[in-house]
T-cell receptor
Framework: AQKVTQAQTEISVVEKEDVTLDCVYE???????LFWYKQPPSGELVFLIR??????QNEISGRYSWNFQKSTSSFNFTITASQVVDSAVYFC????????????FGDGTTLTVKP | DTAVSQTPKYLVTQMGNDKSIKCEQN?????MYWYKQDSKKFLKIMFS???????INETVPNRFSPKSPDKAHLNLHINSLELGDSAVYFC??????????????FGPGTRLTVL
């Protein structure tokens, strides 16, 4: 079985603050993939990043960065200098081979960035 | 040049009716999916097809029937609609056989409201 936990249901910050969205996962697979998706108020789901279980390097893309730590089964997402346009629901997802390749999504974290 | 498109975007119907949602992808992907997102934003996979073959079939009522005429299309037909079917339905596609390794690209969603 695999599970993704996003313990933060809602986060509210003021523009320009840094914010970290937590994602903790469980899987028995040794090979798996982790994803982050963004769902803005308009409703579409936008792919942000994919990381495989053998690559623990942190990744930075502009104001976005991801911290993958296998030791704590976490794949956290940080937005630096947040902006109002970052307001969205963010989903972390996990795919492992033994779950028939199905993705398991966390319940999402709603981020509100206030001006 | 929409990569994954769904029609209709909004669907309002009475309980007991039968309705279909269509999905098309022009990415040349081999695998397509249907997800359901409920009012609490929880995302759950329903079905997945790879080259017109059903590969994931989650526990959903048999009132839901996917149809894949070719690998670029995956339609969802729902019989005898119930109030609890009200949700946003997302279509997605990925390059390979399943979401295990491949990034899924989502359509804009279809908001179904059953009255």
């Amino acid at each position: 079985a695999q599970k993704v936990t996003q313990a933060q249901t809602e986060i509210s910050v003021v523009e320009k603050e840094d914010v970290t969205l937590d994602c903790v996962y469980e899987t028995r697979d040794t090979t798996y993939y982790l994803f982050w998706y963004k769902q803005p108020p308009s409703g579409e789901l936008v792919f942000l990043i994919r990381r495989n279980s053998f690559d623990e390097q942190n990744e930075i893309s502009g104001r976005y960065s991801w911290n993958f730590q296998k030791s704590t089964s976490s794949f956290n997402f940080t937005i630096t200098a947040s902006q109002v346009v970052d307001s969205a629901v963010y989903f972390c997802a996990l795919s492992g081979r033994t779950n028939a390749g199905k993705s398991t999504f966390g319940d999402g974290t709603t981020l509100t960035v206030k001006p | 040049d929409t990569a994954v498109s769904q029609t209709p975007k909004y669907l309002v119907t009475q309980m007991g009716n039968d309705k279909s949602i269509k999905c098309e992808q022009n990415l040349g992907h081999d695998t397509m999916y249907w997800y359901k997102q409920d009012s609490k934003k929880f995302l759950k996979i329903m079905f997945s097809y790879n080259n017109k073959e059903l590969i994931i079939n989650e526990t959903v009522p048999n009132r839901f029937s996917p149809k894949s005429p070719d690998k670029a299309h995956l339609n969802l037909h729902i019989n005898s609609l119930e109030l609890g079917d009200s949700a946003v339905y997302f279509c997605a596609s990925s390059q390979g056989r399943g979401p295990f390794t491949d990034t899924q690209y989502f359509g804009p969603g279809t908001r179904l409201t059953v009255l």
